[in-house]
């Protein structure tokens, strides 16, 4: 037998090694693992510290094999671990298949092994997909000789508030140590004593926190890490496992969805090599519970005659907004959100143009430009230069208004690995190097907030970076909030030849942009100014004309709607607290009529005159478009009769305004979005804006949202929110003199919008004159409460106070 590729491609005959296993011939990649080429003819070693994505440490001993020939005509005086041995030319290998010597040493291994292994399987969560129990069936004796009593511990003990340890079922493998340290970078979990008293354990000054830690459960061998939310609450073979794709960010990770009588029990990594590998973040691993909660919308809602909201059937919900749309007459805007479909955002699209007559449209549910969508436009749709695979033959990487770890965490750790493994420079233009940055073995490119512009537009001069072709740009969609910077990074792509992508933090606005969620694209990328787009389009969808105006964006539509020249919105999936005027989006809301698509009651339902419940993740099918471009498809996990996806209800209501959409399903309108395809035309050119005076003051805001923060679809998961990162106020040692205050003191941070209280931290690189806070924590968001980044602040402590002062 002959194998003829490996991960990095084709591998010439020449350059393989033949070695015999169980008696039959295979030829193999050099570096190839013992246990590796033995699962490619078929025979399965056991193991419990073995993994392909971790190093190789031997551990556990489990996969003891015979060689009787290491290669050069002698033979291994004893049993080895297949999982630490490379092939040799000529190497024997006996398994336990047809070797006795490595039966025996197998069975001698797990003899020990269950030792001091509680015999708990009946209530270990871990039951019924054990690697132990069934490799004690198909590898051990059928009997125990041991007779004294087992070790116990107290249990269960919380590595995290989302992880707790089962010490007494622990087999030392390590998985979850080498998981932590080489995989995460979070090294703050450890196996800890020697010999016999050996365990896992953690820092006492410092907890196991990490973004990824339910990734140490999934890989345990055994029951020993188990999750706070999902221990005891079902059993393997109670539960049927659903194929999906994460929800809550763009990376596109493929998860398993695990369900029992309706009902989501947890959520577990699938296995896809070309994007999540086997890691997802503990937020999509854990923060599944918002479709359940208390105020989830059960059937439609319009608004009577007293002005109230009181239940109606679909068919009268359908009829009062149809009503309330063809009044407004074309004055209606149309907002998204980030949390749809591709499906969806298609049916939002086609809705807005053909139903309403409108461009009014808008995906972008958070602060945005013109700037922006001629970005979009130009430089994003229909374009997938970059792919996760990319990131790990990228000569270098240069990360724009990204922080990885906290807004693309699947991101983050295929960078890690890209450093680990082939010491890939990576540069992150910010404020100051974060903890993620050190996790990737980054190097910081100092920019205050405003002035990233400048620093943009320098690397291509710069003789360290060396940007070619060869060359990654991530661009993170906080740059728009600093005039200039897409253009400087558009520009800098062009100049150099180094391959551009842009990174949403919500799953849905790849799709949505690809769709022609936007007031300037049409779906398939056709730009709205262009008239032959328009024609190509109008002719696909049967109709004798589009609406040629460029539309206003979000917050046009919100202005519009405020001063009365809308007169009607419909509203998918918005939380005004992300919108850039929260205020001035609830006044509109209140003067217009608001038709609300939603999941949950929330700001948006209370001001609406008609809410129409619709379908969560897990009860529909369709697509999301991951950041690379990527058409990550999903099906139906659960049934609920109660909720309709968007584009169904978008059907119902554009039947009941005469101008039938010409679809119900998802399947229908993914035949239509097949049909319509891309555009061939003429790609808009890349913006060229100005970057805005920056304005110097004694103090300025850099902020972001962590990963864990204070998300509604992260409602419900109080585990997984208690795990969430501390907020502080991060500044420079300057700054903490001046106040006269030690590192973890409570600090005031007050801005435009109001003030909070944190405790101080330090940074040693941040630039001078700014201050940095957690855009969003759970309980307290300084993006609300004090301001967004670039605001000019000041931070005091009892009588001290280093404020925001003239400009310099």
Known sequence: ??????????????????????????????????????????????????????????????????????????????????????????????????????????????????????????????????????????????????????????????????????????????????????????????????????????????????????????????????????????????????????????????????????????????????????????????AFTYARQPDRLTHPLVRGDDGELRPASWPEAFVVAARGLAAAQGRVGVLTGGRLTAEDAYAYSKFARVVLGTNDIDFRARAHSAEEASFLASSVVLRQDVTYADLESAGSVVLVALEPEDEAGTIFLRLRKTHLKHRTPIWSVGSHTTAGLRKMGGTLLSAAPGAEVDVVRGLASRTDLALDSSSVLLVGERAVEVPGLLSAVAALAGSTGARLAWV???????????????????????????????????????????????????????????????????????????????????????????????????????????????????????????????????????????????????????????????????????????????????????????PAPVTRTTLVLSSWKQLIDDGRMQDGEDYLRATARRPVVLMGAATLAGLGVAEGDPVTLSGPLGEVTYPAAVSDDIVDGVVWAPASAPGAAVRHLVGSAGSAVSVSSGGATIAKGAEQ
Not at 247 to 271: F, N, P, Q, T, Y
């Open 504 to 690: 949403p933090r919500r799953a849905g606005d790849r799709g949505a942009l690809e769709v022609g969620a936007l007031p300037n694209l049409l779906p398939g990328g056709r730009p709205v100014a262009d008239p032959a787009a328009r024609v190509d389009l109008a002719a696909a969808w049967g109709v004798e004309s589009l609406p040629d105006a460029e539309g206003r964006d979000g917050a046009g539509i919100i202005e519009a709607a405020a001063t009365g020249e809308l007169t009607a919105l419909v509203v998918a999936g918005v939380d005004p607290g992300d919108l850039p005027d929260h205020h001035r989006a609830v006044a509109a809301l209140d003067k217009a009529f608001v038709v609300s698509l939603e999941l949950r009651a929330s700001e948006v339902t209370r001001a609406a005159d008609v809410v129409l419940p619709v379908a969560a993740a897990t009860e529909r099918a369709g697509s999301f478009v991951n950041w690379e471009g990527r058409v990550r498809s999903f099906a139906q996990v659960l049934d609920k009769p109660a909720a309709l996806p968007d584009l169904r209800v978008l059907a119902g209501i554009a039947e009941e305004m005469g101008v039938p959409l010409g679809f119900r399903t998802t399947a229908h309108v993914q035949g239509e979005m097949a049909s319509v395809g891309p555009w061939d035309g003429a790609r808009p050119q890349p913006p060229t804006a100005e």
């Open 1 to 286: 037998m002959t194998v003829t590729s490996d991960s990095a491609g084709e591998v010439e005959q020449s350059n393989l090694v033949t070695v015999t296993i169980d008696g039959i011939e295979v030829s193999v990649p050099p570096d190839t693992l013992v246990i590796r080429a033995a699962e490619m003819i078929g025979v399965q070693i056991p193991r419990f510290c073995d993994h392909p994505l971790l190093d190789p440490v031997g551990a556990c001993r489990q996969c003891l094999v015979d060689v009787p020939d290491a290669g050069n005509g002698r033979p291994m005086p004893k049993p080895q671990a297949s999982c630490t041995i490379p092939v040799a030319p000529g190497m024997v290998i006996n398994t336990q298949a047809t070797s006795p010597v490595a039966k025996k040493a197998q069975e001698g291994i797990m003899e020990f092994l269950l030792i001091n292994h509680p015999l708990d399987c009946p209530v270990c969560d871990k039951g019924g997909e054990c690697p132990l129990q069934n490799q004690s069936m198909s590898n051990g004796t059928a009997e125990s000789r041991y007779v004294e009593s087992k070790r116990v511990y107290p249990k269960p003990i919380n590595i995290s508030a989302q992880v707790l340890l089962d010490r007494e079922r622990c087999v030392l493998c390590a998985r979850c140590t080498r998981f932590s340290s080489q995989i995460a970078g979070d090294p703050f979990i450890e196996l800890i004593e020697r010999g016999a008293l050996q365990q896992v354990g953690i820092y006492e000054k410092q907890p196991f926190e990490s973004y990824f830690s339910g990734n140490t459960i999934q890989i345990c061998p055994v029951g020993a890490l188990t999750s706070a939310d999902y221990r005891f609450r079902s059993r393997p073979f109670d539960l049927v496992s659903t194929p999906s794709v994460a929800e809550l960010d763009g990376c596109g990770s493929a998860i398993r969805v695990d369900h029992r009588r309706g009902k989501v029990m947890r959520r577990l990594s699938g296995d896809d090599p070309q994007v999540n590998e086997e890691w997802i973040t503990d937020k999509d691993r854990f």
